[in-house]
């Protein structure tokens, strides 16, 4: 026969074990509806796809020249025959988005609006730019110069 210490122990043991059971569950749920919201918040980025694209031949771009093309979404990029070899770079500026241009005398892709010098690789050398400028892998085969686009 159970005194009534031992009824009120027992009875505070199943509220103590309903608690847990409660917390546990709420916690679950939480957890569960807190991934959703993050999944939500923070969408899964694009990966984005690059194509390996015929834009020229060695012999149509001598030493220091270059000419300016659009990509596969419409972007303008330079590619030039630099010292340190073929480089395409974006051409819009990563400070307020002007055009750059490559200045051969020089070997410094330019930005006329503040001043902004970048190196070959699109390296911020001077000027206001926080960023480099936008750079596109090069690929040499026989004498086709490729260049890696996104694809539209
Ligand atoms: S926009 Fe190019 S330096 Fe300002």
Redesign the pocket.
Known sequence: MENNNEKVASKSKRKIIAFIAMAGGLAISHGFFGGYVVRYLLPKKKKIKLRQTLISNVKKLPTGQSFVFKDLRGSSIILANTPDGFKAISTT??????Q?RWESAKSVFV??????YFDTDGNVMT???PKPLEQFEVILEDENIFVMLKEA
Not at 93 to 98: D, R, V
């Open positions: 500026c990563t400070h307020l988005g002007c750059v930005c006329p609006c503040h001043n902004a000027g206001p730019a």
